[in-house]
């Protein structure tokens, strides 16, 4: 082993919280491989891929940097601790892509039928809602322009935080928290499929994304050529939600941005619901989640 290799190994090895987090990546990577090895093996289903094939071009520079990164942490600190927290949200995205792309070839039937009867329990009415909120355009106009807000925060909020060196074991709890409620909450969709509430019920506030979720789901499944990569995937939990209370709760040191981005996080909650994405339940289940992985990740990422 050259002198080049055993310093990165070491490095990687003291640098304990992302030597975990770079553990959760390749334990996402080999899930989702299984998943796609159970298709081509014995489904042989067709899908999207969800992956942007531009992003794969840079891995291979992307490796290449992370190396240099980890080699010259010593010498300039500051400026490698940015490039790395950049370069791990980078493989991140890629390794949540990478599952989200396998999932969508679950061999099991929907479990939407038990949802709805769970929401009926609870008292909760999807179409009555829906109605509701459409009588009311400015309140239908928010909950639209908050819930397109979500690729906004995920796009931004991280890479701010990684600016701040002070703010990186937050930035860790965001990373490790990602990382778990993915493999967690995409391992349940491929054992519990959901195709959403445009499938089920009958209403013209539903859009064509909404309707492109299980006519995606359809196409899969039943071998037929995907004629649109609009529209959504998972229902039961709610990744919108998920993402954005994990990035609101690692701002939870900036009351400032903490406190508009909690309006904005409940008002996307609430477009979940009122514009037809998803049943409560699923949003129930992801608040569970929430609360559980970030439990998990305060345990596990130590303090410095």
């Not at 791990?88 to 390794?95: K, L, M």
């Not at 701040?164 to 490790?176: I, K, T, Y």
């Not at 998920?242 to 609101?248: Q, Y």
Request: charge should be neutral.
């Amino acid at each position: 082993m050259s002198t080049i290799t055993k310093k990165l190994f070491t490095t990687i090895q003291q640098d304990k919280d992302y030597f975990l987090i770079y553990q959760l990546i390749l334990l996402t990577v080999g899930v989702a491989s299984i998943y796609l090895l159970i298709n081509l093996f014995f489904y042989h289903y067709k899908g999207i891929w969800y992956l942007p094939s531009y992003l794969l071009l840079f891995l291979p520079f992307a490796l290449a940097l992370l190396g240099l990164t980890l080699y010259f942490q010593t010498t300039t600190p500051k400026f490698a601790l940015i490039t790395k927290s950049y370069l791990t949200y980078y493989f991140i995205y890629i390794a949540i892509g990478y599952l989200s792309t396998s999932v969508q070839y679950t061999p099991f039937l929907p479990i939407d039928n038990l949802l709805i009867m769970t929401d009926n329990y609870l008292g909760y009415n999807t179409i009555k809602m829906m109605g509701l909120t459409f009588a009311h355009p400015y309140f239908h106009l928010a909950l639209i322009l908050a819930y397109n807000s979500v690729y906004l925060q995920l796009l931004f909020l991280p890479y701010v935080l990684a600016l701040m060196p002070s703010q990186q074991r937050a930035l860790c709890v965001f990373f490790f928290s990602a990382l778990v409620s993915a493999l967690l909450g995409m391992t349940i969709y491929y054992c519990f499929p959901t195709v959403a509430p445009a499938h089920y019920f009958i209403s013209p506030f539903f859009t064509n994304y909404e309707h492109n979720t299980y006519l995606k789901f359809y196409e899969v499944h039943h071998h037929l050529p995907i004629q649109s990569s609009q529209g959504g995937l998972i229902a039961f939990p709610s990744f919108h939600v998920i993402w954005v209370f994990l990035l609101l709760y690692a701002y939870k040191d900036f009351k400032w941005v903490f406190y508009p981005l909690l309006i904005i996080d409940l008002l996307i909650t609430a477009a979940t619901l009122l514009l037809g994405w998803h049943y409560l339940v699923d949003v129930v289940a992801s608040f569970f989640l929430i609360i559980s992985v970030t439990y998990f990740a305060e345990r596990s990422i130590p303090y410095a």
